[in-house]
């Protein structure tokens, strides 16, 4: 993620949960409500509703590239990295796991809680790959491998809002679907020469539930590098 300036409002990186009183789920965000500008939020609905809220640590700046992992380990454990070091180290013994699709950059439902900022590098995958305090955050693009479920390079012509799945194991590619001015963006990115840009108001990326790709019910991995716009936001 990359942001320009950190702000005190809420904004959504991504989630597998559509905005509502009787869904279930994960967001994974930015808010100050714990009283920190840029610190990451993971909230967790589980079977019953119920709400559990936890925070980062550790806090992201604006003007600067931030790789982001949040890790399930399949049994209690939920993790969310920095550059690496471990920000938050959950217990939670329900996965949040949700049969709805998966939205990168906007909890949908009108709640006005958008990614302002770029995206670049996302990638889901079906395995816990990071465990422990800190590891070394990626200094290349990433590669499939068979534990791939989603990855997206954010490539392409400025101004496209064509995003396409690296399928380079023989998997199908993942239809994804850009809505209102989520784009390709030459101007910033991380590796290879553009990313995703989201302006804050409804721009977002939706990957379809049905083919297995956010079946979040294991342990999984799902990371990338995030610029934000506004680290003073509670962006979700």
């Known amino acids: 993620v990359y942001a320009d300036t950190i702000a005190d409002s809420l904004m959504t990186i991504m989630t597998n949960r559509t905005y509502g009183p009787t869904t279930v789920g994960w967001r994974l965000?930015?808010?100050n409500s714990d009283g920190t500008n840029g610190e990451l939020q993971l909230v967790l609905w589980d079977s019953s509703h119920a709400t559990d809220v936890v925070y980062s640590t550790n806090?992201?700046?604006a003007s600067t590239w931030h790789h982001i992992a949040y890790v399930w380990d399949g049994?209690?454990?939920h993790s969310v990295y920095i550059d690496g070091t471990r920000g938050i180290n959950h217990t939670a013994s329900d996965t949040a796991a949700s049969t709805g699709n998966f939205y990168i950059g906007e909890e949908t439902g009108g709640t006005g809680r958008d990614w302002d900022g770029n995206i670049d590098e996302l990638r889901i995958s079906d395995t816990a790959r990071y465990s422990g305090a800190s590891f070394t955050a990626p200094t290349a693009p990433f590669v499939n491998d068979d534990n791939t479920k989603l990855l997206l390079h954010m490539n392409g012509t400025d101004g496209s809002t064509f995003f396409e799945d690296d399928n380079g194991v023989g998997r199908s590619a993942i239809g994804l679907s850009a809505v209102?001015?989520?784009q390709v963006d030459t101007a910033e990115s991380?590796?290879?020469?553009a990313s995703a840009l989201f302006d804050g108001t409804g721009d977002y990326i939706v990957v379809s539930a049905g083919d297995g790709t956010t079946d979040f019910s294991g342990d999984f991995t799902i990371e990338g590098w995030f610029?934000?716009?506004d680290v003073t936001a509670n962006a979700k």
Do not use: H, R, V
């Open 190 to 193: 991380k590796f290879g020469g």
């Open 227 to 229: 610029y934000s716009n």
């Open 75 to 77: 049994t209690d454990n």
């Open 180 to 182: 209102g001015n989520a």
């Open 59 to 61: 806090a992201i700046s």
């Open 29 to 31: 965000g930015m808010s």
